[in-house]
């Protein structure tokens, strides 16, 4: 056994270590070609300045292992696979592990080893990049997946180092099975005036990268849907494109060939809408409109029609049952029993195109396919955000009323019992984003302030804690967005992704927050 652990060592361009060597000036992006050749997994947890960070190497059981380092990115290869960490010391190579307390490191009886290196309190940390590898030796060499810390800093937002492949608005993400996300669509544009291209990213939360996919969608598409399936597979339906043509299409993403590909069509042509998993896998479609050849047009074609995506047959049905309202720019969010709470949106158009809102939230129950009553919402509002909390509760915030002014009030829809209000936010906004922290708490950023018709961007960002119900402020957003997308990473981060400053000016920028 220690030969094996030498020639592992011996491998080893550089060595083991505990010692944090943030002194190199950050440099270009890793690259997505080293990729594990085992069992071997490296995770960490979100790496802050002043906090201590833990680092967990996975594998065979009592297995020697190494751990390797860079600010450089590779890769590298080796006599036993590529490495995601550069070993050139022309390069300005250097491992942020070079000792390890111990003579011979090796996972223990359960396959896992921790450490918990310190990152020092220093500012000029942030932003910086550093990559990571290990590798087991068990009967054969495995190297595991390569993975990314960014140094951040508790309640703070920090700028993801390379961009979208173009500036997008009105678009959508889905988090893949494999922890990769998949940002679709979108453009210029406002939510009364949308553009849409055809193309697509992946953020990649192993590295610090965004990187075009292999394929594009085949239309353009903005205000649409995606949902992921129980496949790994991700539905995208519906949406406008730069003509203001509304699609009744639909295409499946797969995340292994990076490409897109037609499935059946909707009963109707649809933006604006919602797409909610269900229990058996299969996609509830709800609302939206059929034309945006102007606002009025948009308003006053509000659907109050649903219909359900079998990704089996890969065919949209009608569901039979009707909204008792027809709903645009309205939340959907499953609840802890499979049903979906559909919420807010606007019903039609009134008098100069100003836009008439639903008052109610219904209930779509999943087993008898039928819309039926939730009760009257405290406020009535469309393009605002929902979420649901750990207790089972919606919290629904923000939006705009029916004169088309944002609004800062919120309210929690409790199954069986209805609305009821609770905190508002700190600023009136609509179209914010809201993320489900690790500690039950949510996050929400961005937002357009003003009118639908006149956004204007927020850098505003607060914590809503569902034991008080009380927002409280937290680190802004280094860019103002509205109509962007955010989500959670499984290390507990958030990242903010595109959105629109104005009606003019669209991000291709995106943020990472650090709770």
């Known amino acids: 056994m220690r030969d094996t652990k030498m020639r592992l060592r011996d491998r080893i361009v550089w060595g083991l270590s505990l010692g944090l060597l943030f002194a190199l000036p950050d440099q270009a992006s890793a690259q997505i070609g080293c990729e594990p050749t085992g069992g071997t997994t490296l995770s960490a947890t979100p790496c ?72 020092p309190n220093n500012t000029g940390l942030l932003g910086r990049s550093f990559f990571l590898q290990s590798a087991t030796s068990a009967g054969g060499i495995e190297l595991s997946n390569s993975h990314t810390l960014i140094v951040g800093q508790t309640g703070s937002h920090q700028s993801v180092v390379n961009d979208l492949s173009e500036a997008r608005s009105l678009h959508d993400v889905t988090v893949l099975s494999d922890g990769r996300v998949l940002i679709v669509g979108g453009g210029a544009g406002s939510l009364v005036a949308p553009e849409a291209t055809n193309s697509a990213d992946i953020y990649d939360p192993r590295f610090k990268d965004l990187v075009a996919t292999t394929g594009m969608m085949g239309f353009r598409r903005a205000l649409h849907a995606t949902v ?12 406008v494109n730069s003509l203001s043509v509304v699609h009744d299409n639909a295409e499946e993403f797969d995340p292994v060939t990076g490409t897109f590909s037609p499935v059946g069509s909707m009963g109707s042509p649809r933006a604006g809408h919602s797409a909610s998993i269900l229990p058996d896998g299969r996609v509830l479609v709800v609302g939206g409109t059929t034309t945006f050849a102007d606002v009025g047009s948009a308003f006053g074609s509000a659907l109050n029609t649903a219909e359900i995506y079998d990704p089996v047959t890969q065919l949209f049905s009608t569901v039979a049952s009707t909204l008792s309202e027809a709903r645009l720019l309205h939340t959907a969010t499953v609840l802890l029993d499979g049903d979906v709470l559909v919420a807010g949106g606007i019903e039609d158009a009134g008098l100069f195109d100003l836009p008439v809102l639903a008052s109610s939230g219904e209930i779509f129950d999943h087993v008898t396919e039928t819309f039926g009553g939730a009760g009257g919402q405290v406020t009535s509002r469309a393009a605002h955000g929902a979420i649901r909390l750990p207790s ?55 937002g357009l302030t003003g009118s639908l018709v006149a956004p204007s961007g927020s850098v505003n960002a607060s914590i809503y804690d569902p034991q008080t119900g009380v927002f409280t402020a937290t680190g802004s957003l280094s860019q103002a967005r509205g109509a962007h997308r955010m989500v959670a990473l499984t290390d507990g981060t958030v990242l903010s992704i595109g959105g629109a400053a104005d009606d003019v000016t669209v991000h291709a920028s995106v943020e990472r927050y650090y709770p």
């Open 392 to 446: 089972g509760e919606v919290l629904i915030a923000g939006g705009v009323n029916g004169f088309t002014s944002a609004i800062s009030g919120c309210e929690l829809f409790t199954p069986g019992s209805g609305f009821s209000s609770t905190g508002s936010l700190p600023l009136a906004k609509a179209a914010a984003m809201m993320a489900l922290l690790p500690d039950g708490t949510v996050l929400e950023t961005g």
């Open 228 to 239: 992921l399936l129980p496949s790994g597979r991700v539905l995208v339906c519906g949406g």
């Open 48 to 119: 802050k300045i002043g906090e201590q960070i833990q680092i967990t190497v996975s594998g065979p059981a009592n297995s020697p292992f190494a751990l390797f380092g860079s600010f450089d990115p590779g890769p590298t290869s080796t006599p036993f696979g590529d490495l995601c960490c550069s070993t050139s010391p022309a390069a300005g190579f250097r491992i942020l592990i070079n000792s390890i307390q111990g003579a011979d490191p090796t996972l223990d009886p359960t396959g896992t080893f921790v450490l918990s290196p310190n990152v």
